[in-house]
């Protein structure tokens, strides 16, 4: 197993998944985590000059997508046909980009000063975005086989995302008014694999997204 070092910031965000993977499997890693003030004085050494930036013996990987990707191969966590593969990395692309970085506009100061407006926008997204999107998904996870995950029979990296994707918008998710039973249990069952349960226990818990 190489040397990982994770470089990102004191945030949730586009590290999140990449520790839940890391995590689940047990992977050692050293974290550099970077406050708001220090990161302009070493986004310099960085390959875009953004984290994550995952360093493995040596060599350094940035792009959480690639990361995320790279970290599920090595758990044996992105499916074991090629069909499963695609339909897991379907999955991810749909939780992280459609849901979880859209969420960023709405939660991140630095983007929407205004609290109200803020609150405003998120109310949009529960509305236009997320109540459609979750109605639309309880029906694919069933014709996809109805569980117990994602990918039916194997668990894969899009329980974890589907996990990461419901804890960054929970707040707007305990206001959604159809029942959704089968993402519930199947959220359920990733919080109580006991090595992620482990993590969220002791993870920070008053970071921002
Ligand atoms: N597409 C890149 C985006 C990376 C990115 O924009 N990271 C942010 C933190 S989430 C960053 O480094 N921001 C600081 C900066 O751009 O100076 C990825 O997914 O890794």
Redesign the pocket.
């Known amino acids: 197993m190489p040397k990982y070092i994770l470089h ?2 004191d ?1 949730d ?3 999140e998944l990449i520790r839940l993977i890391l995590a689940y499997d047990d992977i050692h890693f050293k974290e550099i985590l970077y406050s708001f003030e220090e ?2 004085t070493v ?1 310099e050494k ?1 390959p ?6 995952l360093v493995m013996d040596g060599k350094e990987v ?6 995320t990707r790279y970290l599920a191969r090595v758990a044996g966590i992105n499916g074991k046909t090629t069909t499963e593969k695609a339909m897991a990395d379907m999955y991810v692309d749909t939780f992280i980009y459609d849901i979880v ?1 859209k969420s ?1 506009s709405f939660r991140l100061p630095a983007l929407e000063p205004d609290e109200e407006k803020r609150k405003e926008k998120a109310q949009e997204f529960l509305k236009e975005k997320l109540i459609p999107f979750l109605d639309q998904l309880e029906e694919l996870y069933k014709k996809n086989g109805g569980g117990p995950w994602f990918c039916g029979e194997t668990f894969t990296y899009a329980d974890l995302a589907y996990f990461r994707m419901v804890n960054n918008v929970h707040d707007l998710v305990m206001q959604v008014p159809t029942p959704h039973p089968h993402l519930q249990e199947n959220y359920e069952r990733t919080a109580n694999i006991p090595r992620i349960a482990e993590y969220q226990k002791n993870k920070k818990q008053d970071r921002i997204i």
């Open positions: 990102y910031l945030i965000a586009r590290a990161w302009p986004k960085f875009y000059e953004t984290v994550p930036v940035a792009q959480s997508g690639a990361i970085e960023y």
